[in-house]
């Protein structure tokens, strides 16, 4: 693998670290030789982005599996099943996978997902066809004889949380009083929904309906960054430490001032009860007239970097993702238009399971730019394409139809089972509208095209 890192080293050694580890995808692989560099080059410095590195390995492993599928005489399904990662399996790097990695049941409930029911162009009951529907959209250019539809396959791995040994960590800090608990932690909110999930983590262990967050800063201690799919894990894991302290110190107070043994206390909905009498109280008056206040600095287990011979176990946790993509083609205009994604994504256990189909919508978006659309032209050292009218983002109107479904099996690894979902979709769901485009081209005359880039340009496919 060789990665343009540009005119600066910026995070391109991290970046080929994560790329490398993860040539071998959601896939067993029992040997391996893979060399990667990241070059200097006179382009403009590289850096981090969603997926780092591992958008890059999985368009790789994923074209790779479809072409043994094709060899082989197999299903680009069936040949991905034969091969899909267990629980326990090692990676090239010898590290084994101990969390939960429910590739095949990603694979098969995406495979159960419906496949889009109207025709190409859509289905009006007036009989015309929407424009909008086809490849072109407004421009009307596609003629709906033309057009070919496909349907492509791709399944990710991405690792969650800062690797190679990376002391990472975050701070999170929990009083309670008069039934109101008040959080305070560092951890950035750019949408991903930490300050939803994180008064829900709160309400959960302790019991109480009113949770106030602090202001958002480093006083409390830091947060690391909101990146690498951590932040509900790892503040997640702050926040429920801290609330589950403050949680011992409530049953300890209610034990001194009830006369109950504090460990058979436990929280049922709003009240504190105790679970061999039956005696309750509201945790509203448990707490009236006391204070709790606990700060918790979280770690997860510890990383080491690779050896001289790349191996070690550098990386924290893996999640998993399967998509399956149905696209539009018109191969004489090399148009594309992406009709459908279908995906089932391994989220250990949805905290919020809205905040988590809006992390899914948004990535497939990003896949689908990353696949057909976004481009960034240099010669020399120079952007020719330096606006939005060139480089080009999906809008609402570009958006395919979304089917997803979350799989749930709580990672004994995570706190509260859960792992970070922000990267996954938009790694595996780019190489599988590319998947997708090939099929479609392999309709026409038996073999298609390479497409051996992205993003796929009209040229690549027409010319």
């Given at each position: 693998?060789?990665?343009?890192?540009?005119?600066?080293?910026?995070?391109?050694?991290?970046?080929l670290?994560?790329?490398?580890?993860?040539?071998?995808?959601?896939?067993?692989?029992?040997?391996?030789?893979?060399?990667?560099?990241?070059?200097?080059?006179?382009?403009?410095?590289?850096?981090?982005?969603?997926?780092?590195?591992?958008?890059?390995?999985?368009?790789?492993?994923?074209?790779?599996?479809?072409?043994?599928?094709?060899?082989?005489?197999?299903?680009?399904?069936?040949?991905?099943?034969?091969?899909?990662?267990?629980?326990?399996?090692?990676?090239?790097?010898?590290?084994?996978?101990?969390?939960?990695?429910?590739?095949?049941?990603?694979?098969?409930?995406?495979?159960?997902?419906?496949?889009?029911?109207?025709?190409?162009?859509?289905?009006?009951?007036?009989?015309?066809?929407d424009?909008?529907?086809?490849?072109?959209g407004?421009?009307?250019?596609?003629?709906?004889g033309?057009?070919?539809?496909?349907?492509?396959?791709?399944?990710?791995?991405?690792?969650?949380?800062?690797?190679?040994?990376?002391?990472?960590?975050?701070?999170?800090?929990?009083?309670?009083?008069?039934?109101?608990?008040?959080?305070?932690?560092?951890?950035?909110?750019?949408?991903?929904?930490?300050?939803?999930?994180?008064?829900?983590?709160?309400?959960?262990?302790?019991?109480?309906?009113?949770?106030?967050?602090?202001?958002?800063?480093?006083?409390?201690?830091?947060?690391?960054?909101?990146?690498?799919?951590?932040?509900?894990?790892?503040s997640?894991?702050?926040?429920?430490?801290?609330?589950?302290?403050?949680?011992?110190?409530?049953?300890?107070?209610?034990?001194?001032?009830?006369?109950?043994?504090?460990?058979?206390?436990?929280?049922?909905?709003?009240?504190?009860?105790?679970?061999?009498?039956?005696?309750?109280?509201?945790?509203?008056?448990?707490?009236?007239?006391?204070?709790?206040?606990?700060?918790?600095?979280?770690?997860?287990?510890?990383?080491?970097?690779?050896?001289?011979?790349?191996?070690?176990?550098?990386?924290?946790?893996?999640?998993?993702?399967?998509?399956?993509?149905?696209?539009?083609?018109?191969?004489?205009?090399?148009?594309?238009?992406?009709?459908?994604?279908?995906?089932?994504?391994?989220?250990?256990?949805a905290?919020?399971?809205?905040?988590?189909?809006?992390?899914?919508?948004?990535?497939?978006?990003?896949?689908?730019?990353?696949?057909?659309?976004?481009?960034?032209?240099?010669?020399?050292?120079?952007?020719?394409?330096?606006n939005?009218?060139?480089?080009?983002?999906?809008?609402?109107?570009?958006m395919?139809?979304?089917?997803?479904?979350?799989i749930?099996?709580?990672?004994?690894?995570?706190?509260?089972?859960?792992?970070?979902?922000?990267?996954?979709?938009?790694?595996?769901?780019?190489?599988?509208?590319?998947?997708?485009?090939?099929?479609?081209?392999?309709?026409?005359?038996?073999?298609?095209?390479?497409l051996?880039?992205?993003?796929?340009?009209?040229?690549?496919?027409?010319?």
């Amino acid at each position: 693998m060789v990665f343009d890192g540009g005119a600066y080293a910026s995070t391109s050694s991290a970046v080929l670290i994560n790329a490398v580890t993860h040539t071998q995808g959601p896939y067993r692989c029992a040997n391996a030789v893979v060399d990667g560099y990241a070059v200097r080059t006179n382009h403009l410095p590289c850096g981090a982005m969603r997926g780092f590195g591992v958008v890059q390995a999985c368009f790789a492993h994923e074209s790779q599996m479809d072409k043994l599928a094709l060899a082989c005489g197999l299903d680009p399904v069936e040949i991905r099943l034969r091969n899909a990662m267990r629980t326990g399996d090692p990676l090239i790097t010898g590290q084994r996978v101990l969390n939960v990695a429910p590739v095949e049941r990603c694979i098969r409930d995406t495979a159960a997902l419906p496949l889009p029911d109207a025709p190409i162009g859509g289905d009006r009951r007036d009989g015309v066809i929407d424009a909008m529907r086809l490849p072109g959209g407004a421009g009307r250019t596609a003629d709906r004889g033309d057009i070919v539809r496909g349907i492509g396959w791709g399944v990710g791995i991405k690792n969650l949380m800062y690797s190679e040994g990376f002391d990472d960590y975050a701070t999170a800090r929990c009083r309670l009083s008069d039934g109101v608990a008040t959080l305070k932690f560092a951890t950035s909110e750019v949408g991903q929904g930490f300050v939803t999930i994180a008064p829900q983590i709160a309400r959960t262990i302790l019991g109480v309906d009113i949770v106030e967050l602090d202001r958002i800063d480093t006083q409390v201690g830091s947060a690391g960054s909101t990146s690498a799919s951590r932040q509900t894990w790892m503040s997640g894991g702050a926040v429920d430490a801290a609330c589950r302290r403050v949680r011992e110190r409530m049953f300890e107070h209610v034990g001194r001032t009830h006369q109950v043994d504090p460990i058979r206390l436990a929280v049922d909905g709003t009240d504190v009860v105790d679970t061999v009498s039956g005696w309750r109280l509201s945790v509203a008056d448990a707490t009236a007239g006391a204070e709790f206040d606990e700060t918790v600095e979280y770690r997860h287990p510890p990383t080491e970097e690779l050896d001289e011979n790349g191996q070690g176990n550098c990386h924290t946790a893996f999640g998993f993702v399967a998509h399956r993509a149905v696209v539009d083609v018109d191969p004489q205009l090399g148009l594309v238009k992406v009709v459908q994604i279908a995906t089932a994504q391994d989220v250990g256990r949805a905290l919020n399971p809205l905040s988590v189909l809006g992390q899914i919508e948004g990535g497939i978006a990003q896949g689908l730019g990353l696949a057909v659309m976004e481009e960034i032209i240099q010669i020399d050292g120079v952007i020719r394409n330096g606006n939005f009218t060139d480089y080009l983002l999906p809008t609402f109107l570009d958006m395919p139809q979304v089917v997803a479904t979350l799989i749930e099996e709580p990672d004994p690894h995570a706190p509260m089972g859960a792992k970070g979902v922000g990267e996954a979709p938009c790694i595996s769901s780019t190489p599988a509208i590319v998947n997708a485009i090939r099929d479609a081209l392999r309709q026409i005359d038996g073999i298609g095209k390479p497409l051996d880039r992205v993003p796929v340009r009209p040229s690549d496919i027409c010319l």
